[in-house]
């Protein structure tokens, strides 16, 4: 089942701070962030494997709250290069460790 | 780091041709690989699951004989679209999961646009 990502949308101008929300309806291993500039793959920024477990990239940072089922991604001190679209990926427990994304968030930094 | 690489980036074919995306680890062994498709403006959908030496497990609703797909070797898996129909004009992309790599990362390849005309 595809996770709940919110909002779908955000405008940012330079410098400014947004949070990104993932939340899953079954128990979740592991959630990974990607992020995907137009017409381009998704590029991995990390993953998270432990309940509370905060992890960073550069000013993006992530958390992931195993009792509440969700993860939240921090664009702090937004970049230019910010822009684009980010997906969380939820693990789904089976013996291929399928990836089921959510819908996106589309991140827009303006100058 | 680990590199997917992906051809083509881009095809057109005509109505009721086949067309064949390759997907290869370059500098790792892919235990497993993934295949999605990406409408614009909307999410990564998983189609199938590949396992070296093994037959591909399909998501539901992904119909197995329209899309082959051959995982023959530990840095190679195909997908290919049978009898291509403009429905099936989309973005492709695969991933892939080594050995060794962090066990749960994923690489991706750059993506093959597909239009079908």
């Known amino acids: 089942q595809q996770p709940v990502q919110s909002p779908q949308a955000v405008i940012l101008r330079e410098g400014e701070d947004a949070v990104i929300n993932c939340s899953s309806s079954?128990?979740?291993?592991?959630v990974h962030w990607y992020r995907q500039k137009h017409g381009e793959a998704p590029v991995f920024l990390m993953i998270?494997?432990?309940?509370?477990e905060q992890k960073g990239h550069d000013k993006i940072s992530a958390s992931f709250n195993e009792k509440k089922q969700q993860s939240s991604l921090y664009l702090t001190a937004s970049q230019l290069s910010y822009s684009g679209t980010y997906f969380c990926?939820?693990?789904?427990?089976?013996?291929?460790?399928?990836?089921?994304f959510g819908a996106g968030t589309q991140v827009v930094v303006t100058p | 780091g680990a590199v997917v690489s992906q051809h083509p980036s881009w095809v057109i074919c005509k109505s009721g041709t086949s067309v064949k995306i390759e997907c290869r680890s370059l500098?790792?062994?892919?235990?497993?690989m993934f295949w999605y498709r990406q409408f614009p403006k909307q999410s990564l959908m998983l189609m199938a699951t590949?396992?070296?030496?093994?037959?591909?497990?399909?998501e539901q609703g992904v119909e197995k004989d329209k899309f082959l797909i051959n995982h023959a070797s530990l840095t190679l898996s195909t997908l290919t679209v049978t009898s291509a129909h403009p429905e099936d004009s989309s973005f492709y992309i695969c991933?892939?999961?080594?050995?060794?790599?962090?066990?749960?990362?994923?690489?991706f390849g750059s993506g093959t646009q597909l239009s079908v005309l």
């Open positions: 990926g939820l693990l789904v427990t089976d013996s291929w460790g399928k990836l089921q």
């Open positions: 991933s892939a999961r080594g050995r060794g790599l962090g066990n749960e990362k994923l690489f």
């Open positions: 998270l494997l432990k309940g509370g």
């Open positions: 500098d790792f062994q892919a235990t497993t």
């Open positions: 079954k128990a979740l291993y592991s």
């Open positions: 590949s396992n070296e030496g093994s037959k591909a497990t399909y």
